[in-house]
């Protein structure tokens, strides 16, 4: 039953023309960002801003807007003999999976075909990652707030929160405490910020660690290890996971 | 007419009385140290394709050694193989293996010492502590020659080419590789370096201090565990050399510390995290050279004055320049930054609006080291601009009053 949602909610999508604008733009970004150089890390590097700024910003944009405007088509799913659960679920897969589709077409393509190096691979994980994470929090923006104007704006914030005011929060601390050592304790700030975790770990493959001095090389031992690979996937996961858990008990209390 | 046949007859009869010896397997010699022996001033000794493991051979005499197709001179792990005491001798085509090592002697594969115009040509070393060790020589002159060894950390190995006391030294087209310092250079004076390669060494590429008017021409540093460092000299000439892939947290393109009166022009410094570094430098002009894919460009401390920065292409750094202080006395002039983003109304090829070379990151990084976390995430990248429309932290006066709009052909 669930399958047969999902199909519907991503034939839906695809046939939505902000997803096709957006496939395209990313599309054109990549290409243009690859060929205006032949140095491919500098294109890596501008795409970087790109996965980390924009990717995060129309996810959680669309996904709210999505949510509020297929409100109609929810209440009557859930008049249906459905679960709550696999009928929040599959709009939430529905809604990742088209955008990771557009992602993967726009970005995913052009580096590993430009680019094939580790590198890439991280860049384009990582902007998967950011893609299904910030769907999980328009989720549960949406889901909170029952006014639609009040959740876009929710959910603005929660972007900005993310990919500006925490980095902002982090220098206001790093100066603040600057005469203690902050090596450490910056590795889990950055593991509270998926969109931080992801610019580190790029970073870190292209190998810019030794400019940022010794806690580029503290950042390195921890992220280089085993262990530091596998915790920041895990955290990641995490960050996928839990919105999307939040919203679904929410929304199993809730009242249409 | 007379005296002409008469200088001539001097040659013939001076060439007459040089013999010619041969060692070798099948020669009429056997052993290198026995021929040195009876040889005297002025001989030849040719020696033949063998494996040789005669200890330390002291060469007194004016004597002339030429390997044939490389015959091995072994140091057992034991003994400094070669050591020169006397002017005008000649080493030619020998293959040094296994020179010993000590950490309480300066052991080197073939040591030039207290003497005059000694050439050491077309050698081979091959797994030894110092490779050529020159002390109070004077006009000697090194070239050709290819060093190899393996050292593994700083404590444990020696130096390629290591001059100390030396004067009007003549080092070209060297290939050092795998030893602690490529070259290294002290208290040595008019010298002149050319075309040499030096990497994969585990500390520097090049190393030297006190040691004042030398050139340093068309030599490729690169791949050294912390690049080149250059210190309390005077007079240097760094022309066309090539610094490249010096990576690390402490590695440089180039670290001057008190170069004073110095030229370091037409270089180019690629993929190093610091191309070059200036501390306590004064009056360097630093032309022509081009930047490219380093972290930072240049490293300038406040303690720096008088340098110019003339005409040189900055492109693709992460950052192009960091400073420390609010002090600036170096004028910069007339590059090309790869970052400029003004504009060039009267289309004379110069921008119109100075150019700030430091980025308030930059600024930033120097004063918090643990603020590198933000490295480029969006927030720095706001901060660096507003910064640029209305400097706050970054130094006013560091700036390039005539950019460029193209970049320079170098």
């Not at chain 2, 290939?175 to 602690?180: D, N």
């Not at chain 2, 400029?340 to 918090?368: A, C, K, Q, T, W």
Request: charge should be positive; charged fraction near 15%; glycine fraction near 8%.
């Amino acid at each position: 039953m669930m399958q047969t949602m999902i199909k519907y909610v991503v034939l839906d999508l695809i046939k939505n023309r902000i997803i096709l604008v957006y496939t395209f733009f990313l599309l054109l970004m990549s290409v243009g960002m690859f060929s205006m150089d032949e140095n491919t890390t500098k294109g890596i590097m501008s795409l970087m801003n790109l996965v980390l700024i924009i990717i995060p910003l129309v996810s959680i944009i669309f996904s709210t807007i999505y949510v509020y405007n297929s409100s109609e088509f929810i209440e009557l799913l859930a008049a249906q003999p459905l679960k709550r659960k696999s009928l929040w679920l599959s709009i939430y897969s529905g809604l990742a999976l088209s955008l990771s589709l557009a992602f993967m077409i726009g970005v995913g393509i052009p580096v590993l075909l430009f680019d094939g190096t580790l590198t890439g691979w991280v860049l384009v994980l990582s902007g998967l990652f950011q893609t299904i994470i910030f769907t999980g929090i328009a989720l549960l923006a949406a889901v909170k707030t029952r006014d639609k104007a009040k959740g876009i704006g929710v959910a603005i914030f929660l972007w900005f929160f993310f990919t500006l005011i925490y980095d902002g929060l982090v220098l206001l601390l790093l100066f603040q405490f600057s005469d203690y050592p902050l090596e450490k304790p910056m590795i889990a700030l950055s593991m509270l910020n998926p969109v931080d975790l992801s610019r580190i770990l790029i970073l870190l493959k292209l190998d810019i660690s030794a400019l940022m001095g010794y806690t580029g090389a503290v950042f390195s031992n921890f992220f280089g290890s085993g262990f530091g690979m596998l915790l920041s996937v895990l955290i990641l996961f995490l960050w996928s996971a839990v919105p999307v858990w939040f919203s679904l008990k929410q929304f199993q209390r809730k009242d249409l | 007419m007379k005296i002409c046949i008469t200088i001539l007859f001097l040659f013939l009869f001076t060439d007459a009385t040089a013999k010619l010896w041969r060692v070798g397997a099948g020669q009429q010699e056997r052993s290198i140290r026995a021929t040195i022996n009876k040889a005297t001033d002025g001989d030849t000794i040719f020696i033949y394709p063998g494996i040789y493991k005669e200890g330390q051979l002291i060469i007194t005499k004016k004597l002339f050694l030429k390997g044939i197709q490389y015959p091995v001179l072994d140091g057992e792990q034991k003994v400094e193989i070669l050591t020169i005491r006397c002017d005008g001798v000649v080493v030619e085509g020998l293959f040094f293996k296994r020179s010993g090592r000590s950490s309480y002697n300066d052991i080197a594969a073939l040591r030039i010492a207290d003497c005059r115009n000694a050439v050491v040509k077309n050698n081979r070393f091959e797994s030894g502590y110092f490779g050529i060790y020159s002390q109070h020589a004077t006009a000697a002159i090194i070239t050709g020659n290819r060093l190899q060894s393996d050292a593994k950390d700083e404590v444990s190995s020696g130096n390629g080419i290591h001059c100390w006391k030396s004067d009007s030294m003549h080092i070209s087209s060297n290939t050092v590789t795998g030893y602690r310092d490529g070259l290294y250079f002290e208290f040595v004076t008019n010298s002149y370096i050319k075309s040499n390669t030096s990497y994969g060494n585990v500390r520097y590429g090049l190393h030297f201090m006190f040691s004042g008017n030398n050139s340093y021409i068309s030599n490729v540093f690169r791949d050294n565990g912390a690049g080149v460092a250059v210190m309390y000299s005077k007079n240097i000439r760094i022309q066309n050399n090539l610094f490249a892939d010096n990576w690390g947290g402490a590695a440089y393109g180039i670290l001057m510390k008190e170069i004073t009166d110095s030229r370091v022009e037409g270089n180019r410094f690629q993929k190093n995290s610091v191309g070059v570094m200036l501390e306590g430098s004064n009056r360097i002009q630093l032309l022509k050279n081009v930047f490219i894919q380093n972290g930072w460009a240049i490293k300038m401390q406040a303690s720096c004055m008088d340098n110019s920065i003339e005409q040189n292409n900055f492109s693709a750094n992460s950052f192009d320049m960091a400073t420390n202080g609010e002090l600036v006395l170096n004028s910069f002039k007339k590059n090309y930054w790869d970052k400029y983003e003004g504009y060039d109304l009267n289309r004379d090829g110069i921008g119109d609006v100075p150019y700030h070379p430091v980025s308030m990151f930059s600024m930033m990084g120097e004063r918090n080291a643990s603020s590198m976390m933000l490295f480029r995430s969006f927030i720095v990248g706001l901060l660096d601009k507003a910064e640029k429309m209305l400097p706050v932290l970054t130094p006013v006066d560091l700036k390039d009053h005539q950019p460029l709009m193209k970049p320079l052909k170098l």
